[in-house]
């Protein structure tokens, strides 16, 4: 692997899931994602149930278990840390998490999930945890 990467394959499951107690449902577009070495990519999630509050995200590298990324509540529209932005619009029921200065190590699966319940120690997370095996990634992509 060189030093100058041409670009990356950030792999995202395609994630259409029934939650467990409401029928809530989380969707996450798109399947997969290219993005070149320092742009900036964007992964979108949609759910169904007005009453979520707490919306977390997770990152799953290869051969490892997902790790919480980032969240946001409800009361709130932008959340920041480092490189990484999400967006939450309680009206369209949408959010997107924004990563700036792609890297090699960005490479990974993402979840996003949505909670109609939530307090400081527990949350009933509605996931869209993948039913197969994560999909791979190449960091050596022809430009």
């Known amino acids: 692997m060189g030093k100058n990467l041409e670009s990356l394959l950030l792999s995202l499951t395609f994630s259409f899931c029934t939650g ?5 449902t989380v969707e996450q577009r798109p399947s997969t994602l290219s993005v070149r ?3 900036s990519s964007v992964i979108n999630c949609s ?3 007005s ?6 995200w997770y990152k799953q590298e290869l051969g490892k278990g997902p790790r ?9 529209t932008t959340k ?3 490189r ?6 309680r009206t369209a029921r949408h959010l997107s998490l924004h990563i700036a200065d792609t890297q090699p190590e960005d490479s990974a699966v993402y979840f996003c999930a ?7 120690d527990t949350c009933c997370l509605h996931s869209n945890l993948p039913l197969g095996n994560p999909l791979a990634f190449d960091t050596d992509l022809p430009g």
């Open 84 to 89: 990484l932005t999400v967006l939450l619009n």
């Open 37 to 39: 070495q320092g742009r």
């Open 114 to 120: 949505a909670s109609t319940h939530c307090s400081p």
């Open 51 to 56: 009453a979520s509050e707490y919306f977390p």
């Open 47 to 49: 759910y169904s149930d």
């Open 80 to 82: 920041e840390d480092q």
């Open 68 to 76: 919480f990324l980032i969240d946001i509540r409800s009361s709130m």
């Open 20 to 24: 467990f107690s409401r029928g809530e």
